[in-house]
């Protein structure tokens, strides 16, 4: 099915006449946040932000930005994401470059970060030596979160696709933490040797059959890092497989969860040999980041 097309606008029209147009026609199809897409989309067109969007809301928008500004609202009418049209996602309060082969990065990731920090603070200060592994990295989102946080952390970040990687590395070399970060093709850790003391992972968790079922923004993900398998669980199988060779003493695995899954996660993880603690709800309740470590024997000191 066709996109819908906006009006075209017009070069006279002012751009808060714009940034009304555009929301009007946003809410019209159905878009969650009609107000904000507008503001973002003038603001990228006109490299204006909120505060000058507002100062400058009478001023005519000009042939060229009308025209531009016209072209991405008829993107966005098609349901492709405010972020890969603007080609980049803050994440942690870091603006991240995207390309086709990453995963937008969502809020609710934000949670594997929270859960991290929190087990890292478990075990001493924030500024001590720390190794970190990000399986499955994509965009770097979550390495390179840990790594702003974690001034004396090196890192290390996997992913099947190259192009992703790419993607990564630049964000890591915008964000000055390439002296510490470095990345790797392969399967989640099957690249890496241990100890770390902090492995993360948002691992694609979509049973295979609910794809066709995600809204149409998500589907703009690349289908390797949504697909989890039958039953969703198949990235999770791998980590749990390999996670023991991986932690150093002391050391957590932080991974996100998809709804409903905390319970299947934890009882993966625990027969890997992982003792696993209640998942950390993300901003609507939803159990979104589970901790584990190498569970201890009783004949352990």
Same mark, same amino acid.
């Given at each position: 099915m066709a996109a819908p097309a906006p009006e075209p606008l017009a070069a006279a029209a002012s751009v808060a006449q714009a940034r009304r147009a555009l929301a009007d026609a946003?809410?019209?199809?159905? !878009?969650?946040?009609?107000?904000?897409?507008?503001? #973002?989309?003038? @603001?990228?067109?006109?490299g204006l932000s909120h505060t000058? #969007?507002?100062?400058?809301?009478?001023?005519?928008?000009?042939?060229?930005?009308?025209?531009?500004?016209?072209?991405?609202?008829?993107?966005? #009418? @098609?349901r492709e994401p405010i972020a890969r049209i603007l080609g980049f996602k803050e994440f942690w309060g870091l603006p991240l470059r995207l390309?086709?082969?990453?995963?937008?990065?969502?809020?609710?990731?934000?949670?594997v970060v929270e859960?991290?920090?929190?087990?890292i603070d478990q075990n001493g200060p924030r500024?001590?030596?720390l190794?970190?592994?990000?399986?499955?990295?994509?965009?770097?989102?979550? !390495?390179?979160?840990?790594?702003?946080?974690?001034?004396?952390?090196?890192?290390?970040?996997?992913?099947l696709s190259a192009d992703a990687l790419a993607a990564a590395r630049d964000n890591a070399a915008r964000l000055c933490v390439t002296p510490r970060a470095e990345f790797a093709i392969g399967d989640f850790g099957a690249p890496l040797t241990g100890a770390f003391d902090l492995v993360v992972s948002n691992p694609p968790y979509i049973p295979s059959g609910d794809i066709a079922a995600l809204a149409p923004e998500v589907h703009r993900d690349p289908r390797l890092a949504l697909d989890g398998g039958a039953d969703g669980l198949d990235a999770y199988r791998t980590i749990a497989g390999q996670a023991r060779a991986l932690l150093g003493d002391g050391g957590y695995l932080v991974v996100e969860l998809g709804i409903g899954q905390?319970?299947?996660?934890?009882?993966?993880?625990?027969?890997?040999?992982?003792?696993?603690?209640?998942?950390r709800p993300d901003l609507s309740g939803i159990p979104r980041a589970l901790s584990a470590h190498i569970a201890r024997s009783r004949h352990d000191g």
């Amino acid at each position: 099915m066709a996109a819908p097309a906006p009006e075209p606008l017009a070069a006279a029209a002012s751009v808060a006449q714009a940034r009304r147009a555009l929301a009007d026609a946003f809410r019209k199809a159905g !878009l969650d946040s009609p107000e904000l897409d507008a503001r #973002l989309l003038a @603001g990228h067109v006109l490299g204006l932000s909120h505060t000058e #969007l507002t100062l400058d809301g009478a001023r005519p928008l000009g042939d060229q930005a009308a025209h531009a500004l016209t072209v991405l609202a008829t993107r966005r #009418l @098609g349901r492709e994401p405010i972020a890969r049209i603007l080609g980049f996602k803050e994440f942690w309060g870091l603006p991240l470059r995207l390309n086709e082969a990453t995963l937008v990065p969502r809020p609710e990731t934000e949670t594997v970060v929270e859960a991290a920090l929190a087990a890292i603070d478990q075990n001493g200060p924030r500024t001590r030596t720390l190794r970190i592994a990000d399986l499955g990295t994509g965009s770097g989102a979550l !390495l390179i979160a840990l790594l702003t946080e974690l001034p004396n952390a090196t890192g290390a970040g996997t992913d099947l696709s190259a192009d992703a990687l790419a993607a990564a590395r630049d964000n890591a070399a915008r964000l000055c933490v390439t002296p510490r970060a470095e990345f790797a093709i392969g399967d989640f850790g099957a690249p890496l040797t241990g100890a770390f003391d902090l492995v993360v992972s948002n691992p694609p968790y979509i049973p295979s059959g609910d794809i066709a079922a995600l809204a149409p923004e998500v589907h703009r993900d690349p289908r390797l890092a949504l697909d989890g398998g039958a039953d969703g669980l198949d990235a999770y199988r791998t980590i749990a497989g390999q996670a023991r060779a991986l932690l150093g003493d002391g050391g957590y695995l932080v991974v996100e969860l998809g709804i409903g899954q905390e319970q299947a996660v934890a009882t993966l993880f625990r027969k890997a040999g992982l003792a696993p603690s209640l998942a950390r709800p993300d901003l609507s309740g939803i159990p979104r980041a589970l901790s584990a470590h190498i569970a201890r024997s009783r004949h352990d000191g």
